[in-house]
């Protein structure tokens, strides 16, 4: 049973920092490119980065360029995302998902999800 378990959440100040944590129990891991989404109270699930199977391509929001970036470590099946100068507007619940032989580019249509971490920034 694929497994995709996040962590790394919590209270922050604005201009503050979070580094987010996926650990996935796929088997071929390096065949998923992994992505990270978020979804605040009262709006829809949004695309925030993902990032290629080898890790050589990344792809960002433009909402979060330069600010967050999705690295990856195919030897511990694990997916981050690093998250800088953070703004109450980046408070939500941040999921990641995995995409079978998928590419950076890729924005929805994800094969499994995890259960999401909660990120709060205060102002």
């Known amino acids: 049973q694929v497994q995709l378990v996040e962590s790394g959440g919590g209270l922050v100040q604005a201009g503050g920092s979070l580094r987010l944590s996926c650990a996935a129990s796929l088997r071929t891991f390096g065949t998923y490119a992994m992505g990270w989404f978020r979804q605040a109270p009262g709006k829809e699930r949004e695309f925030v980065a993902a990032?290629?199977?080898?890790?050589?391509?990344?792809n960002y929001a433009d909402s979060v360029k330069g600010r967050f970036t999705i690295s990856r470590d195919n030897a511990e099946n694990t997916v981050y995302l690093q998250m800088n100068s953070l703004k109450v507007e980046d408070a939500a619940v941040y999921y990641c998902?995995?995409?079978?032989?998928?590419?950076?580019?890729?924005?929805?249509?994800?094969?499994?999800w995890g259960q999401g971490t909660q990120v709060s920034v205060s102002s």
């Open positions: 990032i290629s199977r080898m890790g050589g391509s990344t």
């Open positions: 998902a995995a995409d079978r032989w998928g590419a950076a580019t890729r924005t929805n249509g994800y094969d499994y």
